[in-house]
C-alpha cells in the first residue's frame, strides 16, 4: 500500500511539475526561442523606417516634377518653333547653290559668334565676380570699423576712478545717445 501511494505521490508531483511549467510558458508568453530563430529574428529587417519612406517619397516626387517639367519644355517647344513639315517645305525650295552660300556664311558667322559669346560671358563672369569682391570688401570694413566702435566703447564703459567706481560720464553719454536715437526712429516712424 505504501507502494501504491508513493507512486500516486510521484505521478502527483510530476502532474504538478508539468503544470507548473506550462503555466511558466503561457505566462512568460509561449516557448523560448530557437537560437536560429533569435539570430534571424535580430538581423530581419521589419522593412518601416521612416527616414527611407520620406526619402522614397521626396524621390518620386522629386522624379514627378522633373517629367512635368520636361513635358512643359516639350510642349513650349513645341509651340514656338515651326514644324517640321513646314521646315521641310522650305528646304525644299532652297535651291542647291543658296544652301552652299548659306552653310558657308553659318559656318563663318558660327566661328565668330562663338568667339564673341565666349568674349561675353568671360567678361560677364569678371564683372561679377569684381561685384562680389566689392560687396566682400565693403561688408568687410563695415565690420572692422563696428568691431573698432564697440572696442572704444567698451575701453569706455570699463574705465574706472581711482577707487575703483565706474566712470559715470560715459555711461550718461551712451543713455543720452540711445534715448535720441530711439526718439529719432519713433519720431521717423510716425511720419
Do not use: C, W
Not at 527616414?51 to 522614397?56: L, N, S, Y
Not at 552660300?101 to 567678361?123: F, G, I, P, T, V
Request: glycine share 4%.
Amino acid at each position: 500500500m505504501k507502494k501504491n501511494e508513493e507512486r500516486s505521490d510521484n505521478q502527483s508531483m510530476k502532474k504538478k511539475q508539468i503544470m507548473m511549467k506550462k503555466k511558466n510558458v503561457s505566462r512568460l508568453g509561449g516557448s523560448g526561442l530557437s537560437l536560429n530563430a533569435f539570430a534571424n529574428a535580430k538581423f530581419k529587417n521589419n522593412h518601416y523606417n521612416p527616414a527611407i519612406i520620406k526619402k522614397q517619397r521626396e524621390f518620386y516626387k522629386n522624379a514627378k516634377n522633373v517629367n512635368k517639367f520636361k513635358k512643359l519644355v516639350k510642349q513650349q517647344n513645341q509651340q514656338n518653333e515651326p514644324s517640321l513639315a513646314q521646315r521641310h517645305i522650305e528646304n525644299v525650295n532652297e535651291t542647291e547653290e543658296n544652301k552652299d552660300d548659306s552653310e558657308r556664311r553659318k559656318r563663318k558667322n558660327s566661328a565668330l559668334s562663338l568667339e564673341e559669346l565666349y568674349k561675353k560671358q568671360h567678361e560677364e563672369k569678371e564683372e561679377e565676380i569684381m561685384e562680389r569682391e566689392a560687396v566682400l570688401r565693403v561688408k568687410k570694413e563695415e565690420r572692422e570699423q563696428a568691431e573698432a566702435r564697440r572696442k572704444a566703447m567698451r575701453e569706455k564703459m570699463l574705465k574706472k576712478t581711482r577707487k575703483g567706481q565706474p566712470v559715470m560720464k560715459y555711461r550718461i553719454e551712451h543713455f543720452l545717445e540711445t534715448i535720441q536715437g530711439s526718439t529719432k526712429n519713433a519720431a521717423g516712424s510716425k511720419s
